[in-house]
Nanobody
Framework: QVQLAESGGGLVQAGGSLRLSCTLT??????????MGWFRQAPEKEREFVAA??????TTAYADSVKGRSTISRDGAKVTLQMSSLTPDDTAVYYC???????????????WGQGTQVTVSS
């Protein structure tokens, strides 16, 4: 059984930063087998890829929309996404995701967290 628990998010002013964390819990398998990452979904838009990190954290991938102002990192079963220079366009529900094996691009997760709301005010 795979579970993803997100934390962080909330209301942030434009120009500010945010930090999202996600902890992977796996029964019966080593968590290091899982690639992890983040997607987001804004109102009335498709869910889109944000960032991903490899099983041991050596490889990362970012969407063009967040590249240069975001960092994804990993400490074992915990993944953190830090974003800065936020704009209202970053407002969305952010979902932590994981996949057994696979790469960071394309990142096609099989497991999803419940999502955490991020709202950027102008």
């Amino acid at each position: 059984q795979v579970q993803l628990a997100e934390s962080g998010g909330g209301l942030v002013q434009a120009g500010g930063s945010l930090r999202l964390s996600c902890t992977l819990t796996v029964s019966g398998r080593d968590f290091t087998f899982y690639t992890m990452g983040w997607f987001r979904q804004a109102p009335e838009k498709e869910r889109e890829f944000v960032a991903a990190i490899s099983r041991v954290g050596g490889t990362t991938a970012y969407a063009d929309s967040v590249k240069g102002r975001s960092t994804i990192s990993r400490d074992g079963a915990k993944v953190t996404l830090q974003m800065s220079s936020l704009t209202p366009d970053d407002t969305a529900v952010y979902y932590c995701a994981a996949n057994l094996g696979g790469g960071v691009w394309p990142f096609r997760p099989s497991y999803w967290g419940q999502g955490t709301q991020v709202t950027v005010s102008s």
